[in-house]
C-alpha cells in the first residue's frame, strides 16, 4: 500500500487488478476545495496510457514489480529463451510478452525483462538496435516519387524505410521503439 503523497515515476500500481505504471504525476491543491493528485498510468501489459484523479492522502495498492538483465540466447519453438547473466539461469519468454520487439532481436542482445511474481510482463529492448540489411533494391538516382526512401529488409526479418543510398550489406541503427532508420554505422 502507498499514499497519494509516496507516488513517483515508475511505481507499478493494481488497480482493479491489473497492473499500471506510473508515468507523470502531479500535486494539486486548488483554491477551493481538497487537493488531489493527477496523474499519466500506462498499462504494463498492453501499453495503454489513461489519465487518473486521485484524491490526496488516498491509500492505493502497489505491485512488486522486478527488473532484470537478461541476454536473448535462442528462439525454441515458439518461445524466446532469455539467459539471467548473474545466475545464468535461463527462461523461456512467450512470444505476445516479447510482442513488436521480436522484429529487431538478435541473439545476444542485453534487454531488461520486468517480471511480476515470477511471471514476465514486458520485454524492454535497447533504445537503438544495430542491424544489417539483408536485402534492399538499388535506389535510382533522380528517383523522388516515394520522398527518397525505399524498403528495406534487415538480418532479422523485420522491414523499415530507409534513404535511397542504403545498399544490402549496410549496417543500420535502428530505433527499435517504432523500426524508424538513425543512421549508417560505420565499419
Excluded: C
Aim: proline fraction near 5%.
Amino acid at each position: 500500500m502507498a499514499s497519494t503523497s509516496d507516488f513517483k515515476n515508475g511505481l507499478v500500481l493494481s488497480l482493479d487488478g491489473e497492473l499500471w505504471q506510473i508515468t507523470e504525476f502531479q500535486h494539486v491543491k486548488p483554491g477551493k476545495g481538497p487537493a488531489f493528485v493527477r496523474t499519466k498510468i500506462k498499462h504494463v501489459v498492453s501499453g495503454k496510457v489513461v489519465d487518473k484523479t486521485f484524491n490526496a492522502g488516498v491509500k492505493v495498492d502497489t505491485a512488486t514489480v522486478d527488473r532484470r538483465n537478461m541476454t536473448y540466447l535462442y528462439k525454441e519453438g515458439e518461445n524466446f529463451v532469455f539467459m539471467d547473466g548473474e545466475t545464468f539461469e535461463q527462461e523461456p519468454v512467450p512470444p505476445s510478452v516479447v510482442g513488436d520487439g521480436a522484429k529487431y532481436l538478435l541473439e545476444n542482445t542485453e534487454v531488461q525483462i520486468a517480471t511480476h511474481n515470477g511471471v514476465p510482463l514486458f520485454v524492454e529492448l535497447p533504445t537503438t538496435v544495430e542491424l544489417v540489411v539483408s536485402h534492399t533494391d538499388p535506389g535510382l538516382q533522380g528517383d523522388r516519387s516515394t520522398g527518397g526512401t525505399k524498403p528495406a529488409t534487415l538480418e532479422t526479418g523485420a522491414e523499415i524505410q530507409v534513404p535511397l543510398f542504403i545498399n544490402t550489406g549496410d549496417k543500420l541503427k535502428v530505433d527499435s521503439r517504432d523500426g524508424s532508420y538513425l543512421g549508417r554505422v560505420n565499419a
